[in-house]
C-alpha cells in the first residue's frame, strides 16, 4: 500500500457536529470519529481495516491522517480508544500510532459469556 496515497473522505451528508463522523479509505477500510465533545475538545476513534489489507501500514497510515484531520479541520485536542484487553493487536497498533495507555476498566464489557477489562488509550494532539 501507498500510505502517502492514503486520502480519508467523510461519509456523504455528514459533520462531526452531529457526534459522529466516518471517513473511509477506499478500498483500505474506515476509521470513525465518535463521542464527539465539543466543549473538552476530544472524541473517540474506531478503526476497521477489509482483512486483505491488514498488517500493510493501512491502520497505521489511517490513524496518522485521522490526527492530522483531527487537530486542522475540528480542531480537537484529544483522540482515545477503547480496547478489549485480550486485543493486543490493536493495543500494538495505537501505541505505534503515538496513543498511552492512560486507563483501565475491570471486567467492563461482556464477552462469551464472562468479563474482560477494557484499555482506554489516549493521544494528545
Known amino acids: 500500500m501507498g500510505k502517502d496515497k492514503l486520502t480519508l473522505v467523510a461519509e456523504e451528508g455528514t459533520s462531526l457536529s452531529s457526534g459522529s463522523l466516518r471517513l473511509y479509505a477506499l478500498p483500505y477500510g474506515c476509521i470513525d470519529l465518535y463521542s464527539y465533545d465539543p466543549l473538552n ?67 467492563w464489557l461482556e464477552y462469551d459469556s464472562h468479563f474482560i477489562d477494557n484499555i482506554r488509550m489516549q493521544k494528545i494532539l
Open 41 to 107: 475538545r476530544r472524541a473517540a476513534v474506531g478503526i476497521m481495516v477489509a482483512n486483505e489489507y491488514r498488517r500493510q501500514g493501512c491502520a497505521t497510515a489511517m490513524l496518522a491522517e485521522l490526527a492530522s484531520i483531527a487537530k486542522s479541520n475540528y480542531n480537537l485536542h484529544t483522540l482515545y480508544a477503547d480496547i478489549a484487553a485480550p486485543n493486543t493487536a490493536s493495543q500494538a497498533l495505537f501505541l505505534k500510532a503515538g496513543y498511552t495507555e492512560c486507563g483501565r476498566f475491570k471486567e
